[in-house]
Each structure stands twice: as C-alpha cells, then as structure tokens.
C-alpha cells in the first residue's frame, strides 16, 4: 500500500513540485490527498506572486487534479481543526485534513509549524524534498520511471534530462536531484 501524503499548499504552489507529485499519484507511488481549501490557498498564493496568471486556467488544473486522482480530495475535516493547537492557527485545517485523511505524511516546506508534540503518532511531517528523496530510496525504479513522464509531458518548454533536474533542484528539490543525476540519461 503507498504512503498517504497530504499536501499543504506550498507543496502544490510550485508547478515543478506539484506536477511530480501528480504523476507519482497517478503511477499509483503514493496516494496524494489535499482539500478545496488548500487548492483555493495555493491558487491565490500563485495568483498573488503572477497577477498574469488566469485564475480560470489554475481553477482547470485543480479540477483535473481532482479527476486525475479521484480519491485525492479530503472531506469533513472541519469538526476536528477546532481541537487542534498550533503555533499557527490558520494551519489548523491542514493538520485537521491529513488526520481524517489518515496520511502517512503532511507535505510541507514549513515543519515548524507543525510540531512533532501536536501530530497522530504514526503521522510525520517531512518537505518534498526528503519525502521525495525517501521515497526515492525504497523505490528508486518506480520513482525514476515517473520522473521520466513527468519530464517526457514537458511541451512548453520540452527540457533535456539536465534542464528537467535543474528546474527540480531550483523549486527546492536538491536531495532527489542529487540523487537521480547519475541515473539522468534515463530520463
């Protein structure tokens, strides 16, 4: 059974990051999990940083996330996100959403704001990066297949396999990078 992996918003704002994740959920890798909210927070945060972004077009790719992966969506997290402290409150739903969920993992570039005290005991909180680079590590074959379409699905630009790796380590992904560029000619 594949890990599940909720993901907050700054794990799906970057396009690189996101799409990764997505064919990893659709090989069937891991089992990737998000809420309506979440996806609203990463498309006003995209929106905020690229005004020249169409909020319909991001508004596509969220519901073709959402067909992709069918069972990605998390529901009736709400009861549980007022019993939940967090440094941050407005963190609270995310927390909430990876606990109904019964994730594995809560996806995240900010690790301090979900303290190891306040988690599910079998729940971690680990970036992208080592989630990836762990996953790596059990399934190098699986993961390096699904990089492969992944890079293969690039038309706007199409990249080489060293401008595919570059633009993973520039949105934050250096372990897996560091990791896959011996095995990069395939690709």
């Known amino acids: ?27 069937g890798i891991i089992g ?28 596509r790719t969220c519901s073709e996330m959402n067909r992709a992966i069918p069972d990605a969506l998390v529901s009736g997290y709400e009861s549980v996100v007022e019993t ?11 927390l909430a959403a990876a606990i109904t969920a019964g994730a594995d993992v809560l996806l995240t570039w900010n690790r301090r704001d979900f303290p190891a005290t306040q988690l599910p005991r079998r729940m971690r909180v680990v970036s992208p990066d080592e989630f990836l680079d762990e996953l790596f590590e059990v399934d190098a074959l699986r993961v390096l297949s699904s990089m492969s379409d992944h890079r293969r699905s690039l038309r706007r630009p199409a990249k080489s396999a060293e401008e595919y790796l570059a633009t993973l380590a520039a949105n934050g992904l250096s372990r897996l990078v560091k990791r896959v560029r011996p095995m990069a000619d395939e690709l």
């Open 1 to 27: 059974m594949p890990p599940v992996a909720l993901c907050d918003a700054n794990a799906l704002y970057p396009a690189p990051v996101r799409d990764l994740l997505m064919w990893l959920g659709v090989n």
């Open 32 to 59: 990737l999990r998000w809420t309506e909210r979440i996806m609203a927070e990463w498309v006003d945060n995209l929106l905020e940083n690229r005004p020249d972004l169409d909020r319909d077009r991001l508004t």
């Open 84 to 94: 939940l402290t967090l440094p941050d409150a407005d963190d609270r739903h995310v």
